[in-house]
T-cell receptor, first 112, second 111 residues
Framework: EPEVTQTPSHQVTQMGQEVILRCVPI?????FYWYRQILGQKVEFLVS????????KSEIFDDQFSVERPDGSNFTLKIRSTKLEDSAMYFC??????????FGPGTRLTVT | QKEVEQDPGPLSVPEGAIVSLNCTYS??????FMWYRQYSRKGPELLMY????GNKEDGRFTAQVDKSSKYISLFIRDSQPSDSATYLC???????????FGTGTRLKVLA
């Protein structure tokens, strides 16, 4: 069964460094998302992406964040200058329409 | 009032029990209701998806939506130890792509 994949599974970085989290959505899906989950807290929406542009973003998704679909398969989240409070699980999701979102296994980001 | 509320648990039940998991919400615009299962340090796995009110059944799982009470439920029949996980409700409405998640209920099914 097709699934969303994410790399790396765990990323450790120093405060102020740039990180890129990578996702390969399910191949025939059209809508892509990033969510995050701080340890012990709820899953929070960051951004949605459709037709090569951001369709919606939350107040968390500030100028430090960007997303890109550099080719036909990858979908990336970049954090330009990481802060301690960016430490979280980051989940990529995709859907063939705008509902029934399928999540990847997540990347655990630790900022030291 | 939080937009989506969910009892964090933990909820412990014996194997074979019927489990009832619930969420309440405050935004009457919600029309799309999802239940996800999340094992520790894994991604959410979609279990059930319902639109508007009513019931939906899939194997041992039944999802119910009561829009008049702003209340949704997930029932698990014949619960198994492998059902032990955190169950997340998520909701959305027309005009947005984002899901609003509850905090999750931790379920333990004891063998």
């Amino acid at each position: 069964e097709p699934e969303v994949t994410q790399t790396p599974s765990h990323q450790v970085t120093q405060m102020g460094q740039e990180v890129i989290l990578r996702c390969v959505p399910i191949s025939n899906h059209l809508y892509f998302y990033w969510y995050r989950q701080i340890l012990g807290q709820k899953v929070e929406f960051l951004v949605s992406f459709y037709n090569n542009e951001i369709s919606e973003k939350s107040e968390i998704f500030d100028d430090q964040f960007s997303v890109e679909r550099p080719d036909g398969s990858n979908f990336t989240l970049k954090i330009r200058s990481t802060k301690l409070e960016d430490s979280a699980m980051y989940f990529c999701a995709s859907t063939p329409d705008s509902w029934e979102q399928y999540f990847g296994p997540g990347t655990r980001l630790t900022v030291t | 009032q939080k937009e989506v509320e969910q009892d964090p648990g933990p909820l412990s039940v014996p194997e074979g029990a019927i489990v009832s998991l619930n969420c309440t919400y405050s935004n009457s615009a919600f029309q799309y209701f999802m239940w996800y299962r999340q094992y520790s340090r894994k991604g959410p796995e979609l279990l059930m998806y319902t639109y508007s009110s009513g019931n939906k059944e899939d194997g041992r799982f039944t999802a119910q939506v009561d829009k008049s009470s702003k209340y949704i439920s997930l029932f698990i029949r014949d619960s198994q130890p492998s059902d032990s996980a955190t169950y997340l409700c998520a909701m959305s409405y027309s005009g947005t792509y984002k899901y609003i998640f509850g905090t999750g209920t931790r379920l333990k099914v004891l063998a």
